[in-house]
């Protein structure tokens, strides 16, 4: 079984309380830890952006979109946007 745990820098991005997961990985904490603090812990306090997709020659694919890791621009996923979605099924009568 795989864990799935990201890793930057070698050190992967995970902390727990109380016993040591069965994949040994993570920082282990002491104590009641509010969210934000177990998020810094676990070396989570990144955040995402919209990037447009574009083609080999720089222009923008409309309506496409990469969400982005934005401490280290690792592409996360890519969507079609909501407005894009609309006009792509839309019947033509």
Do not use: K, N
């Not at 040591?20 to 952006?49: C, K, S, Y």
């Amino acid at each position: 079984m795989t864990h799935q745990i990201s890793a930057v820098s070698g050190r992967a991005e995970l902390a727990y309380a109380g016993e040591t997961p069965w994949h040994g990985l993570g920082l282990r904490v002491d104590g009641l830890q509010t969210a934000a603090e177990m998020l810094r812990h676990a070396g989570l306090e990144w955040g995402v952006d919209l990037q447009p997709v574009c083609r080999q020659d720089g222009r923008p694919v409309d309506g496409f979109r990469f969400t982005v890791r934005e401490d280290c621009d690792v592409v996360l996923a890519s969507s079609l946007s909501s407005t894009s979605r609309s006009r792509t099924h839309r019947r033509r009568r």
